[in-house]
């Protein structure tokens, strides 16, 4: 695996906590994704690439030149609180998010 997939794959397991997971989120078979990781995302085919890079926000050309360059102004932020991602429910999760929410409006 070349250094520009390892961190891509780095990247899918920190915020979906697996491949398979992210596979499932971009209804893409699992097989499919890991042998993108393990042949190159050069060696890919376009629709597959552009699902990948969509989903986790990154800038598709920057790809072709062996960059991971996020789009849009700002990277994305990583919760600092780990789980393994099936832990918590959505519903669970979506109340985390609530609260976070309500802490950052006790700011003002």
């Given at each position: ?6 961190n891509i794959k780095s990247l ?45 926000g990154l800038d598709a050309e ?20 780990h789980f393994d991602g099936s ?22």
């Amino acid at each position: 695996m070349q250094e520009l997939e390892a961190n891509i794959k780095s990247l899918i397991i920190e915020r979906y906590g697996s491949l398979k997971k992210f596979s499932e989120t971009i209804n893409m078979p699992w097989t499919t994704l890991d042998s993108i990781l393990k042949r190159g995302m050069a060696n890919s085919n376009i629709t597959n690439v552009l699902k990948i890079t969509r989903e986790l926000g990154l800038d598709a050309e920057k790809i072709v030149d062996g960059e991971i360059v996020f789009s849009g102004e700002q990277e994305p932020t990583t919760i600092a609180a780990h789980f393994d991602g099936s832990e918590y429910t959505e519903d669970e999760l979506d109340e985390i998010r609530q609260f976070a929410e309500f802490v950052k409006n006790k700011r003002k």
